[in-house]
């Protein structure tokens, strides 16, 4: 962080360009996962489509299930199962944000990720 003042920050993050909003998209690793791979891993990934995730903060919170989709634009997170009803009664997905989540179990079909949790 350059400057204390709150508008350069909130400018820096909305003119942030993708590589560094994917690092801002990041959700902390869950106790167990964090303790099996503490020299290995940092204590937040930034999260992918495929990742169990838990929702810690708001409405949803203790709820479990699969990332559908990230935005990396905004930092939200759509969540398998999380939905909200519209007036016209219809369900949409509940975008949520990456910091209020938990990563609970890595999707490993990546060999980037797979080989770091092995070493």
Do not use: C
Not at 44 to 52: E, F
């Amino acid at each position: 962080m350059v400057s204390t003042r709150p508008r350069v920050q909130r400018k820096r993050a909305a003119e942030a360009p993708l590589h560094r909003r994917r690092i801002a998209a990041s959700s902390h690793l869950s106790p167990a996962m964090h303790e099996k791979s503490k020299a290995r891993l940092p204590r937040a990934l930034p999260v992918r489509k495929g990742d169990t995730v838990r929702v810690m903060r708001g409405t949803f919170r203790g709820r479990e299930g699969k990332v559908v989709s990230v935005d990396r634009v905004d930092g939200s997170v759509v969540v398998e199962g999380i939905t909200i009803e519209k007036t016209d009664e219809k369900k949409v997905p509940r975008p949520i944000h990456a910091s209020n989540l938990m990563i609970t179990k890595l999707d490993d079909t990546d060999p980037w990720r797979r080989k770091k949790l092995q070493e």
